[in-house]
């Protein structure tokens, strides 16, 4: 594996061999060349992340969450959280995955800081298995 840019900075690091199974994994499935690549793509996608977390402006974004509508109380918190942010959320689609999966996409728009307050809050509700906050601009 070589890096073909000359004035590359070589880095090493030290990483759990777990971590790196499953990166190289992906690594294959996506087909890159070398690590290296990979490496900075991930890279690039944690920093414009922050950028995008730092930035002015007005953000818009989808934020899917993952749940099961069968614990108690979950549904009543995703919604109580839906109206605290009532003015930045555009709009939101529930689907009934399953009989016990239950998806809501919700379409925010605000401030950065702002978007990411609504993801964390619902994060962190009990019975909401996956949270992903996904920048749209
Ligand atoms: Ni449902």
Request: glycine fraction near 6%; proline fraction near 1%.
């Amino acid at each position: 594996m070589h890096e073909s840019n000359k004035y590359a900075k070589r880095v090493s690091l030290s990483l759990p061999p777990e971590l790196v199974v499953k990166f190289d994994a992906i690594i294959i499935k996506k087909a890159y060349l070398n690590r290296s690549k990979a490496v900075a793509d991930v890279l690039r996608d944690w920093i414009s992340r922050d950028e995008w977390v730092q930035g002015k402006g007005v953000k818009v974004c989808t934020i899917s969450i993952l749940y099961d509508h069968g614990m108690r109380g979950v549904s009543d918190r995703i919604t109580e959280i839906q109206h605290r942010f009532g003015a930045s959320i555009i709009a939101s689609m529930h689907v009934h995955l399953s009989h016990d999966d239950c998806l809501e996409v919700i379409t925010a728009k605000g401030s950065a800081r702002e978007m990411q307050e609504i993801a964390d809050s619902l994060a962190s509700v009990r019975g909401v298995r996956h949270c992903k906050l996904a920048v749209v601009r």
